[in-house]
């Protein structure tokens, strides 16, 4: 498997600084938050584009995925969401990356609902995904935080071009095993983020294997599933800005994550 982290974890770092600290680190890609306070957002020209790929083909590291912030079920019409959609599909397929992560964003809408517009809109991208070389990916998250949940969806969508992201602490926080979460996600899965927290009700970010998240039953259940995708670390430092800085932990948390894969083998 190939580990990367995402830049949730050093908000506002140029993708220059971001390139050469995974590769310092010993990391294999990096998954970039696009949003309009980061350097990376949609607002961006084509040349600066341009650029953001060479830094990180210059330094060695993958792009994996563009983490966009759009809510396929979000309540209201059709149209503006799947234009956010597709502004952020081409921005992936501008940087090389292969993946384009978005939410759900039900609120408290019945599943059904959701689930179907959710679906709708998410079909209605999928062939612009699929020409422009980009996954679209639902993670598990908000209104749909198990494996099962994001399953139902998919499901209905029905196209390659549509996947998952496994975000461990979502599933597990809904009361779903690891084994069971890889099992409905396996046909789907794009990448799976990594991360750890003191218990339920603490959800502050910690290093990699000092809190309470069955990561290694994630790992060991997609070693033996054979699956050689990969492992991303979703440090949370912006949204907890009192948690240790990003960079100093990265090597440890490779370490870590390099152990439960030789352990899983």
Known sequence: MKLAFSTLGVPGMPLAEVAGLAARTGYHGVELRAHPEEPLNPGMELSERVDAAEQFKDA??????????????????????????????????????????????????????????????LAAVAPDASDLGVRLLLETHDSHPRGVDVARVLGLVGHIAVGAVWDVLHPWRGGEEPV??????????????????????????LPLGEGVLPLAECVEALSRAGWDGWLSWEYEKRWFPQAPELPGLLEPARDHLSWLLAQSA
């Open 180 to 205: 069971a979460t890889h099992a409905v996600l396996a046909p789907h899965l794009g990448y799976v983020q990594v991360k750890d927290i003191a218990s339920a009700e603490e959800p502050a970010p």
């Open 60 to 121: 060695g590291v993958e792009i994996l995925a563009v983490a966009g912030y759009t809510e396929a079920a979000a309540p209201g019409a059709d149209e503006p969401v799947l234009a956010e959609l597709r502004e952020l599909l081409t921005l992936a397929r501008d940087l090389g990356a292969p993946y384009l992560r978005v939410f759900p964003g039900g609120g408290d809408q019945p599943a059904e609902e959701t689930d179907t517009v959710a679906a709708r809109r």
